[in-house]
């Protein structure tokens, strides 16, 4: 009598699948993880809804080994709203799509990627990362934190600082071409970047962000100032926040952001609470009030399940 076969997991089946049409080409090990996050929000004016409190992706990366050092790597991230399943763009399948090479001299690496101006005003200065309604409402003051057709050059790490410089062609669809150079600073305890960059959009930006960590206690902060050259619009945008460690898995937060553009102020005040019940799954909670002025102030409030995989 035949003994039938159990069914494969999914990841199993799609392993196999990608080693029988690479055959022996596809030695080199692909690594498949990613991020569902769902939560409940009630919003003042407003109402319910079912949303993400951090964007949900899933993401394709690998790296050869080239010897001495050196190292060639891709990198793919989709994004997607998984309350609904559909694709976060319309026109935009791939959220970064790009490949490099890294060693010795530095690391380089072409495609659809971070500007430099990310190194001053992303996630890594913000507590909340920039998810959740208790995260700022604008950090990048007009600037482009991603663009097409870029080239990026990180230096080597000397004595805790280094260089990231970038540019991304004016192809058909730029009006300029972008470019852009940060400096970094890394310790144990201390992080800071100061950025310039001039986007394809012809938008020129200066940026700071700042991260000092003491024990339970962490506080982060970032300022940028744009203008926009063809509407002659300035704009600044700064925040400030922290997190106390109230247990080994869990985090309270709270936010201060401040964004003004043409002479109007928005104004964010966030507070909330981050748990891990593992390394992989997290709850949390946040609240929100918003403030622009001449407009209707809102609060905001959330609750969620994060999952990594």
Excluded: C
């Excluded at 990627?113 to 409402?137: C, F, N, R």
């Excluded at 410089?165 to 144990?188: F, P, V, W």
């Excluded at 001039?198 to 962000?209: D, L």
């Excluded at 002659?232 to 401040?258: C, H, I």
Aim: charged share 20%; net charge positive.
């Amino acid at each position: 009598m035949t003994t039938p076969q159990r069914a494969r997991p999914a990841h199993h089946l799609l392993g196999i699948a990608l080693a029988t049409a690479g055959g022996s080409a596809m030695a080199e090990p692909m690594t498949i993880s990613g991020r569902v996050d769902q939560s409940i929000v009630r919003s003042n004016p407003g109402g319910w809804e079912v949303t993400h409190g951090s964007a949900n992706r899933l993401i394709f990366r690998g790296d050869e080994d080239l010897g001495d050092g050196l190292k060639a790597y891709y990198y793919l991230q989709h994004r997607f709203y998984a309350d609904t399943g559909a694709s976060r763009s319309p026109t935009q399948f791939w959220y970064y799509s790009y490949v490099g090479m890294a060693g010795k001299f530095g690391d380089v690496k072409l495609g659809n990627q971070k500007a430099p101006l990310d190194d001053a005003t992303g996630s890594d200065y913000e507590v909340w990362d920039g998810d959740t309604v208790a995260s700022s409402y604008s950090r990048i003051a007009g600037g482009q934190k991603i663009w097409t057709n870029g080239v990026n050059y990180t230096t080597p790490t000397l004595a805790g600082f280094r260089i990231h410089t970038g540019a991304s062609a004016s192809e058909n669809t730029a009006k300029t071409r972008g470019q852009g150079i940060s400096l970094l600073y890394d310790d144990a305890n201390l992080s800071a970047a100061i950025s310039a960059q001039r986007s394809p959009t012809n938008v020129e930006t200066q940026a700071i962000g700042g991260r000092y960590v003491q024990k339970q206690f962490r506080v982060l902060g970032t300022w940028a100032k744009s203008k926009r050259v063809s509407g002659n619009k300035d704009q600044t945008d700064w925040q400030v926040s922290g997190g106390y460690q109230v247990t080994v898995p869990g985090e309270a937060r709270v936010l201060y952001n401040e964004s003004d553009l043409a002479g109007v102020t928005t104004r964010v005040l966030g507070a909330g609470y981050f748990h891990f019940l593992s390394k992989r799954t997290a709850l949390y909670g946040a609240l929100s009030n918003t403030k622009t002025e001449g407009a209707a102030s809102i609060d905001a409030y959330q609750a969620g399940v994060r999952h990594s995989f």
